[in-house]
């Protein structure tokens, strides 16, 4: 799959899709994000998330997915079955939860995790986070990420998600700590003006 990309993989910010707070306990990030999703004028989910069905689907066809709950949605979605039904993921994914990049070593294979699987399905680049974080300094983190492409339309420069996901761990009070934690997996991205 990933092998019949051009690279530098590019995304367009307005074909994106989110699921906020699926939980329905992280009231303080609804109430920080829901705006921003709002003026972006995105298609989401705010205290649901969508059903299997429409999860691939959205998945196969929009640009980027934003994820805010815990971990990496794993409990709404099973990203593996993109692989083991042979689906296709379109999407570069923002997995804004505790923990969604930690890998998990198994022995003598290579490590897995859901960032692997979803770039082994096609998806361009994962952004996801090393360890658990609180949510108020991860929304910092998001909110300064999704700005920044925002306003990439006003801007020339290029936006590099993986330069750009460096300059926005400042946002975090804990920099070294919950600003340390975003990692990028896949290829290089660029986001379209």
């Given amino acids: 799959i990933q092998?019949?990309?051009?690279?530098?993989?590019?995304i367009d910010p307005r074909s994106a899709f989110f699921v906020l707070n699926p939980q329905k306990d992280l009231e303080e990030s609804e109430k920080r994000l829901v705006p921003l999703f709002k003026n972006l004028k995105w298609n989401g989910f705010v205290k649901n998330s969508p059903n299997k069905e429409e999860m691939l689907n959205r998945l196969?066809?929009?640009?980027?997915?934003?994820?805010c709950g815990h971990g990496s949605g794993r409990e709404f979605f099973d990203y593996d079955s993109l692989i083991s039904q042979q689906k296709q993921c379109k999407s570069t994914m923002m997995l804004m939860g505790c923990s969604s990049g930690k890998l998990i070593?198994?022995?003598?294979?290579?490590?897995?995790?859901?960032?692997?699987?979803?770039?082994?399905?096609?998806?361009?680049?994962?952004?996801?986070?090393?360890?658990?974080?609180?949510?108020?300094?991860?929304?910092?983190?998001?909110?300064?990420?999704?700005e920044k492409m925002k306003k990439n339309g006003n801007n020339e420069e290029e936006f590099v998600l993986e330069n750009e996901v460096l300059k926005c761990r400042s946002a975090c009070k804990l920099k070294y700590l919950t600003g340390a934690a975003p990692v990028v997996y896949g290829f290089p991205t660029l986001v379209h003006k």
């Fill in 3 to 10: 092998s019949s990309k051009n690279f530098p993989v590019h």
């Fill in 60 to 67: 196969q066809s929009t640009d980027l997915f934003v994820y």
């Fill in 105 to 146: 070593d198994d022995g003598e294979i290579d490590p897995i995790g859901v960032p692997y699987s979803c770039v082994a399905a096609g998806a361009g680049a994962v952004v996801a986070n090393l360890w658990n974080v609180t949510d108020g300094e991860i929304d910092r983190f998001t909110s300064s990420l999704l």
